[in-house]
């Protein structure tokens, strides 16, 4: 066991998936000989070289449908979008060629090939630098999102996503790249599709990804001490989400709570309630209820940024309105 | 699958030429037809009058190099080798189509011949050749990509971002221009501010002017710039002068277009000439038209034969098959 920081996770997940297939290279804007904004890719170029480290030009666009037809021809690219927002010039090559590659030409080909991309707030980085744009990946089928929220599920997933056969965007947390876990010297690598539960309990299912996930830590750390027990469910992986591992958590504690950073309207938390309120409509006990951020742009001021943000705070009031407790004790 | 097989212009090579075209130009005709008749459902672009392009490139270009294609793709992938079988199924949405009927006509695709793909998406194509490129190289594989674009996806910004990537990679990819004058219903000179040549000089990519209705100049330049490619330059572009005779899909009323455009000069007629010249009796021309003919006709009845496409099959290719399924 040693300290491991989400970054140097992610680092060690490029670094041990290059050695061991010499097919995936990685390409992004000051990636190669800078390491990378956030310093993801620090010490690649030395190790595997420029022809398969490759720092591009500032043309996302681009760099995305070259991924694509990179993987076309038997490469396994995994590319970095600076900011998720810039996955914005993305668009084309990830839903119109990506996502449906495999699907329009009848199955001929996989497309192996993964986005990584830090979202996120907290770093007063303002409305063009802080998005959770993960929601629209989702609605895409053909593509796959992950999202991890710790150093080891970081290495697990990112090395499941590069061994993925299909497009994969994986989803990094800016706050989290420099925050540190106690972590396994052997790290493992994660399927995609599967859930964590990361703490059992009784009374309610919170269901969260990312940094969220300290969110609902943080809440359920706070609720024991009332003595209500919380479950934490660590989805992961955002499309396919882990629908059996949600239900069976819901089918215990019957009230269900959703979390995430990203916009509530028309998010994550819309579909996975939407779905329980079906499959599992006979098993709540309460409304399903959603955390996410308010219906406009990420604030640039520090003040306003922090009550943008979901808070703890809310994810316990959230918790209490599923409990039908809402009015019983201040949130 | 008679193709095109790298035939050499000056001694008599016209021939594999001359069918090429012929098998385009009649698979188009007929795709026309079937359109008009309810078969073919969908939208159809039609590349009558630019055979010369596809047929000329795909000469100088082997099974293994790739190509990128467009909406207007029929001509390309039929150079390029797609089975006449699996092309017409698709088109008519069949099962036994080459993409399963979820591609037709504007994203038809055939891997196993280097055809990466018609695109519905006009410049689309050109990031996902030079990628494939960036593979050759990786891979050492010694082949090339082939980009196709028309004139009017000159104003999309991945064709200058590919352009600039292409040549600072100095990767083994050809750029060729269709430049047919038209972009949908308005003259590419309206859409485009620059000149092509002085525009790609600018990347530092050498470009090479061609009649793109002559498929022996095609075949010339094509095999320069091939030679450039292969040698590890960097990309060269093509460009193809050449007609877009037909509407921009099929049933458009054209309304917008005059008939001042000039006579319309046939690559076909333009092939013609040359065998004659050659001394290539009219009854041989006629011949492997009727073969082509015949080809095509079997393929169509064929396609017609094929069950409609399947609903199951394309529900369960929208992920590769994992030990964990698909996404709900
Ligand atoms: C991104 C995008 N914008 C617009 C269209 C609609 N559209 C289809 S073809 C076309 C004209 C393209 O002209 P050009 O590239 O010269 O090809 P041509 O049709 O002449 O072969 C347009 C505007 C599209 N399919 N994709
Ligand atoms: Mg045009």
């Keep these: 066991m040693a300290d491991l920081r989400y970054g140097a996770a992610l680092n060690r997940a490029l670094a041990d998936a290059m050695a061991e297939d010499g097919d995936v290279i990685v390409m992004g804007e000051d990636i190669a000989g800078a390491g990378g904004s956030f310093g993801v890719t620090r010490g690649l170029l030395d190790r595997f070289g420029a022809g398969r480290v490759i720092d591009t030009p500032i043309s996302e666009a681009t760099i995305a449908g070259a991924a694509v037809g990179a993987a076309m021809g038997g490469l396994k690219p995994v590319f970095e979008i600076m900011f998720m927002d810039f996955a914005t010039l993305t668009m084309d090559a990830m839903v119109n060629q990506a996502a449906k590659a495999r699907f329009m030409f009848g199955g001929q080909c996989s497309l192996p090939i993964v986005l990584r991309t830090p979202h996120g707030g907290g770093l007063s980085a303002g409305p063009q630098h802080s998005q959770c744009l993960e929601a629209w990946f989702a609605h895409v089928p053909g593509l796959k999102v992950v999202c991890p929220s710790d150093a080891a599920s970081a290495y697990g997933l990112l090395r499941g996503a590069i061994a993925d056969p299909d497009p994969v965007v994986f989803v990094e947390h800016k706050g989290l790249y420099a925050r540190k876990w106690d972590a396994p010297d052997d790290l493992a690598v994660l399927p995609l599709g599967q859930a964590a539960v990361l703490r059992d309990g009784r009374d309610a299912t919170v269901v969260c990804y990312g940094a969220a996930v300290h969110l609902a830590l943080a809440a359920a750390d706070g609720l024991a001490a009332e003595g209500t027990s919380v479950e934490v469910i660590d989805l992961r992986t955002i499309q396919p989400w882990d629908e059996a591992t949600v239900l069976a958590s819901l089918a215990r504690t019957h009230r269900l709570v959703i979390v995430h950073e990203a916009v509530e309207a028309f998010g994550v938390g819309a579909e996975i309630a939407a779905r329980m309120a079906d499959v599992g409509f006979d098993e709540l006990d309460g409304p399903i209820v959603r955390v996410g951020a308010p219906f406009m742009p990420v604030p640039f001021a520090k003040g306003l940024e922090a009550a943008y943000q979901p808070s703890a705070a809310q994810v316990v009031a959230a918790i209490r309105k599923a409990m039908g407790r809402e009015f019983s004790q201040e949130a | ?328």
């Excluded at chain 2, 000329?56 to 390029?80: C, F, N, P, W, Y």
């Excluded at chain 2, 460009?239 to 277009?257: I, L, P, S, W």
Aim: glycine fraction near 12%.
């Design chain 2, 1 to 328: 699958m008679a193709k095109a097989q790298k035939p050499t212009s000056n001694h008599g090579g016209l021939l594999p030429f001359y069918e090429a075209l012929q098998l385009i130009r009649q698979c188009e005709e007929r795709l026309g037809q079937l359109f008009a008749d309810g078969e073919v459902p969908g939208f159809i672009h039609l590349g009558i009058g630019q055979e010369a392009v596809s047929v000329g490139v795909m000469s100088v270009l082997g099974t293994q190099d790739t190509i990128a294609s467009t909406h207007r793709g029929h001509g390309h992938a039929l150079a390029k080798g797609i089975p006449l079988d699996g092309f017409f199924a698709e088109l008519l949405a069949r099962a036994d189509g080459v993409c399963g009927g979820r591609g037709g006509s504007m994203h038809v695709a055939d891997m196993r011949v280097g055809m990466l793909g018609a695109n519905g998406i006009v410049g689309a194509g050109v990031p996902i050749a030079l990628g494939s490129a960036l593979a050759h190289r990786n891979r050492g594989t010694g082949h090339i990509a082939v980009s196709f674009f028309g004139d009017g996806a000159l104003a999309e910004g991945v064709l200058h971002e590919s352009f600039n990537m292409a040549a600072l990679w100095k990767l083994p990819v050809l750029f060729v221009c269709e430049a047919n004058g038209w972009s949908e219903f308005s003259p590419s000179a309206r859409q485009i501010a620059f000149d092509l040549e002085a525009w790609s000089a600018a990347y530092g990519v050498p470009c090479v002017g061609v009649d793109g209705n002559d498929v022996v100049a095609v075949a010339e330049a094509a095999e320069k710039a091939v030679a450039l490619v292969r040698g590890g330059t960097g990309p060269v572009l093509l460009e193809c002068r050449t007609t877009r005779v037909r509407g921009h899909f099929e049933g458009d009323a054209q309304k917008y277009r005059t008939a001042d455009e000039g006579d319309a000069r046939d690559p076909i007629a333009i092939a013609e000439a040359r065998l004659r010249a050659q001394g290539i009796a009219e009854s041989e021309l006629a011949a492997i038209a009727d073969e082509v003919r015949a080809r095509i006709d079997a393929a169509v009845t064929k396609a017609r034969a094929s069950g409609p496409a399947s609903f199951a099959a394309a529900r369960a290719d929208v992920y590769t098959p994992l030990v964990l399924g698909e996404a709900c």
